[in-house]
């Protein structure tokens, strides 16, 4: 299985072999990541906002479900603590005290309510072209190219995620007696290793058969995505 890899700058196309890459016709590429919760009556538009950015062709779209939100009544059925804290590393960065709902983080380096289409759209126009690493997975084994590092190397992180529209009905809390439709829902964020500007290979597990895979070369400590893939 071959993955094309995009750059939160350019996309690229991954080569047979590791290193090589040509441009795509593509547009640049972005990874859209949003933080929200069931729990919270401010998210349904900004989940609705995602399911618009999912199929677009420049977007990686990811919607991470946070867990601060599930002590006022209604715990999240897709929340986990490492999404709150992956939220968390995000918010020194930019510029924040703490996490909020809904927040959208674009290629790492920018945010804004997730309600806002237009802000959204503002960010994802701001790309710069640059080289990124390819990214290609065969036969058990992740790699990723040689390209530009930060000095302390990045960290490699696999997503999985569901690719459907999923409606859940909330029982309590703020959005008591509604259906919330969620789409791009990640399901498990694993980091497995660092890349340090080298090509280098990293073993992987096969994934659930209804989940897609996604790949993110990030800055340590929430920093830009530098190269990020999907299958």
């Known amino acids: 299985m071959k993955f094309v890899a995009t750059s939160v700058f350019a996309a690229f196309v991954a080569g047979v072999s590791c290193g090589t890459a040509s441009a795509a016709e593509r547009p640049v590429a972005n990874v859209v990541e949003l933080f ?45 603590g490492e999404y709150t804290a992956r939220q968390e590393t995000y918010e020194a960065p930019l510029g924040h005290d703490g996490p909020f709902t809904p927040q959208i983080v674009v290629n790492g380096r920018s945010d804004v309510v997730g ?8 960010l994802l ?26 000095k302390a190397g990045a960290d ?16 309590r809390g703020e959005n008591a007696g509604r259906t919330l439709p969620h789409g791009n829902v990640v399901h498990a964020l694993t980091r497995i290793g660092t890349w340090r500007g080298e090509a280098a290979s990293y073993p992987i597990e096969a994934g659930d ?18 190269s990020a893939a999907t299958d």
Not at 41 to 63: E, M
Not at 115 to 122: F, L, Q, T, W
Not at 128 to 149: M, Q
């Open 156 to 171: 490699v992180w696999i997503v999985r995620y569901d690719p459907r529209v999923q409606n859940v009905p909330v029982a």
């Open 209 to 226: 058969p209804g989940l897609r895979t996604a790949v993110l070369v990030q800055a340590a400590h929430g920093g830009p995505i530098l």
């Open 115 to 122: 309600d806002e289409m237009a802000s959204i759209e503002g």
């Open 36 to 80: 929200t919760s069931q729990g919270c009556s401010s998210c349904p538009p900004a989940n609705a906002n995602l399911i618009r950015l999912r199929d677009r062709s420049d977007v990686l779209a990811l919607s991470f479900a946070v867990t601060y939100w599930d002590q006022l009544g209604w715990k999240d059925t897709f929340g986990r």
């Open 125 to 150: 126009h701001r790309g710069h072209l640059s080289d990124a690493p390819t990214i290609a997975i065969e036969g058990g084994a992740l790699r990723v190219g040689e390209g530009s590092a930060p």
